[in-house]
Nanobody
Framework: QVQLVESGGGLVRAGESLSLLCTGSGDTGCISGMGWYRQGPGKERELVAHIFRGGSKYYADSVKGRFTVSRDDSEYRLHLQMNSLQPEDTAVYLC??????????????WGQGTQVTVSS
């Protein structure tokens, strides 16, 4: 099993920055990819950014150029640096980890989420 805990959410004004941190524990050795999702009010959950096991990254079009995702495998931490935040970025941000396929932790793991609110 893998446990994920997010931190760093809060209330900021449009144009400001915020950094999120996800810390993994448990069977972290069998984590493959890690990423951040978000779910805004009345919206479906969407993928924001993801780091694959080989190190390649994916960003949603809406955050490209503003958000940066990075991963520290030595401590199983996932960072999300969010710059130039806009009101439409307001959402609960959730950390996600994908277990290696076919391993004992072959599953999707989720943190409890952290609220990010951007005022105009």
């Amino acid at each position: 099993q893998v446990q994920l805990v997010e931190s760093g959410g809060g209330l900021v004004r449009a144009g400001e920055s915020l950094s999120l941190l996800c810390t993994g524990s448990g069977d972290t050795g069998c984590i493959s990819g890690m990423g951040w999702y978000r779910q805004g009010p009345g919206k479906e959950r969407e993928l924001v950014a993801h780091i694959f096991r080989g190190g390649s990254k994916y960003y949603a079009d809406s955050v490209k150029g503003r958000f940066t995702v990075s991963r520290d495998d030595s401590e199983y931490r996932l960072h999300l640096q969010m710059n130039s935040l806009q009101p439409e970025d307001t959402a609960v941000y959730l950390c996600n980890a994908v277990g290696v396929a076919g391993s004992k932790c072959d599953a999707n793991y989720w943190g409890q989420g952290t609220q990010v609110t951007v005022s105009s």
